[in-house]
């Protein structure tokens, strides 16, 4: 009974105990993996329903539709990081919502 006590000793210690470091490791690693993508589409939902109240703000202060996102970022003070994001504007009407998607851009 000794003797096999004795080998389970640093059995447990040899390989059990990396085993489990490494799968702790393992599960942190992955939880910040979908904590950092969470955080990443958060940003774009936000980025694009900033645009959108600019756009509704230009409405209805002025009557028409932002005709660029030059003129969103200049008169409303919506910021757009370029280097993240890529945002396509499209206008069909000064009385119509504008089409507006905001693209993540590659790293």
Known sequence: MRRR????????????????????????????N?????????AQRQLEEALRRG??????????????LDYLKERYGVQVDESRYTVFYSVFADNLMPDITV???AP
């Open 5 to 32: 006590k004795a080998f389970l000793g640093p059995l447990l210690r040899g390989l059990l105990l990396p085993a489990l470091c490494v799968a702790v490791l393992l599960f942190f690693s992955t939880a910040l």
């Open 34 to 42: 979908s904590l950092d993508q969470g955080q990443g589409e958060e």
């Open 103 to 105: 693209l993540v851009n």
């Open 55 to 68: 756009c509704v703000a230009c409405y209805a202060a002025e009557g028409i539709y932002p005709p660029n």
